[in-house]
């Protein structure tokens, strides 16, 4: 079946411009993540929405960066005025469901968005 | 303190050889615990979740130390195709997953 898609797969911009990024997770998944991971490091928790709930937002770096969910189904991340700083791989990934009672479910992950910042 | 940790390794091995990683979690709350895979420059995959009784696929073993705080992946007669990035994954504060930064394998003939 279809697993979790971004678009697009590469993207350059160069400083101070907006990008926006975009995620289609697995049909039926209420759960969706962004993460990103600079060259060589682990992956840096973003932001995660879940259903209808408000989304954590704890992870985003600084107020240049935002998202939303449309419909519960697919996922925008704009960071605006891109800096260099920006530059890496943004992943999204989607599970069933989480929720403070049950363990989390599997995170399946997109093929990623490499953003390069000149 | 991070709240996963791994060492980054590289772990360079022969083909046929037995590997293990460890992992060490901060939060003692965690209740999930998970091995991921990641190729280079590609998207991570989960390579299998980690049980209190521990638990086993084919050449792979995960076994989980609540009171150390640390869960290991063991790696069997090493293939070429196990070279990679091994991420730990811990469900830390607020329900979140937590990944490490990675354990880089390099399987060599």
């Known amino acids: 079946g279809a697993g979790v898609s971004q678009s697009p797969s590469n993207k350059v911009t160069e400083k101070g411009k907006d990008v926006e990024l975009r995620c289609d997770p697995i049909s039926g998944h209420t759960a969706l993540y962004w993460y990103r991971q600079s060259l060589g490091q682990g992956l840096e928790f973003l932001i995660y929405?879940?259903?209808?709930?408000?989304?954590?937002k704890s992870g985003l770096p600084s107020d240049r960066f935002s998202a939303e969910r449309t419909g519960g189904s697919v996922s925008t991340l704009t960071i605006q005025r891109t800096q260099q700083e920006d530059s890496a791989v943004y992943l999204c990934?989607?599970?069933?469901?989480?929720?403070?009672?049950?363990?989390?479910?599997?995170?399946?992950f997109g093929p990623g968005t490499r953003l390069t910042v000149l | 303190r991070k709240e996963v940790e791994q060492d980054p390794g590289p772990f360079n091995v022969p083909e046929g050889a037995t590997v293990a990683f460890n992992c060490t979690y901060s939060?003692?709350?965690?209740?999930?615990f998970f091995w991921y895979r990641q190729d280079c420059r590609k998207e991570p995959k989960l390579l299998m979740s980690?049980?209190?009784s521990g638990n086993e696929d084919g050449r792979f073993t995960a076994q989980l130390n609540r009171a150390s705080q640390y869960i290991s992946l063991l790696i069997r007669d090493s293939k070429l195709s196990d070279s990679a990035t091994y991420l730990c994954v811990v469900n830390g504060y607020g329900n979140k997953l937590v990944f490490g930064a990675g354990t880089i394998l390099r399987v060599k003939s």
């Open positions: 929405f879940q259903g209808n709930s408000a989304p954590d």
């Open positions: 980690v049980y209190s």
């Open positions: 939060n003692s709350a965690s209740q999930s």
């Open positions: 990934a989607s599970s069933l469901t989480n929720n403070d009672r049950d363990p989390q479910d599997t995170q399946y």
